[in-house]
């Protein structure tokens, strides 16, 4: 199985901060990575596919990056509604793992 | 409007057994694969089950395997996890997800249910 590792855990952020996350896979995964916003006591929502894909309706400042084993989620200026958990998935093969999840918390 | 809407969760004593069942609506059901994520409580999120449209690939977790089946029917566009076995560890927000296929290789999943809780005691 692949194992998706991501870091940090956990970070403290401000509005308007530049915040970046990253996601490392156990072996290649070419660009077979999705990223997921998750907010309390809600179903994730996805944000990027295939590693540097926005998804409609998801706002400009999110963007990935990466191929092969390692990956970034970047939010190019942090706004209050972004303060939620990210996860990273591979979709390279089955089965289709998750990271551990990234809190991103106010400062 | 894509709806998709779980039902089934409660509380089963170990050993015990549920079925969940996610409604789906406002796409042409046939055409998308499945699956099932769940989540433990405060922890992350754990794929467990995905269906192909017509049912002829279904994968499972090491974790749920042998113990849990997943079916469809999509005359009634229904998603279906017959969950028997059932251990304390498997208490957790059951979720089924859309996969979308895009450009004939990426997979993700685009819609998500709001969930159904799972909650393994005596």
């Known amino acids: 199985d692949i194992q998706m590792t991501q870091s940090p855990s956990s970070l403290s952020a401000s509005v308007g901060d530049r915040v970046t996350i990253t996601c490392r896979a156990s072996?290649?995964?070419?660009?077979?990575l999705n990223w997921y916003q998750q907010k309390p006591g809600k179903a994730p929502n996805l944000l990027i596919y295939a590693a540097s894909n926005l998804q409609s309706g998801v706002p400009s400042r999110f963007s990935g990056s990466g191929s092969g084993t390692d990956f970034t989620l970047t939010i190019s200026s942090l706004q209050r509604e972004d303060f939620a958990t990210y996860y990273c998935?591979?979709?390279?093969?089955?089965?289709?793992?998750f990271g551990q999840g990234t809190n991103v918390e106010i400062k | 409007e894509v709806l998709l809407v779980e039902s089934g969760g409660g509380l089963v004593k170990p050993g015990g057994s549920l079925r969940l069942s996610c409604a789906a609506s406002?796409?042409?059901?046939?055409?998308?694969?499945m699956n099932w994520v769940r989540q433990a409580p405060g922890k992350g999120l754990e794929w467990i089950s995905s269906i192909s449209s017509m049912s002829n690939h279904i994968y499972y977790a090491d974790s749920v395997k042998g113990r849990f089946t997943l079916s469809r029917d999509n005359a009634k566009g229904s998603l279906y996890l017959q969950m028997n076995s059932l251990r304390a560890e498997d208490t957790a927000v059951y979720y089924c997800?859309?996969?979308?296929?895009?450009?004939?290789?990426?997979?993700?999943?685009?819609?998500w249910g709001q969930g159904t809780p799972v909650t393994v005691s005596s």
């Open positions: 406002g796409f042409t059901f046939n055409s998308y694969g």
């Open positions: 997800a859309r996969d979308f296929l895009h450009s004939g290789y990426y997979y993700y999943f685009d819609y």
């Open positions: 998935q591979q979709t390279y093969s089955v089965p289709r793992t």
């Open positions: 072996q290649s995964i070419s660009n077979y």
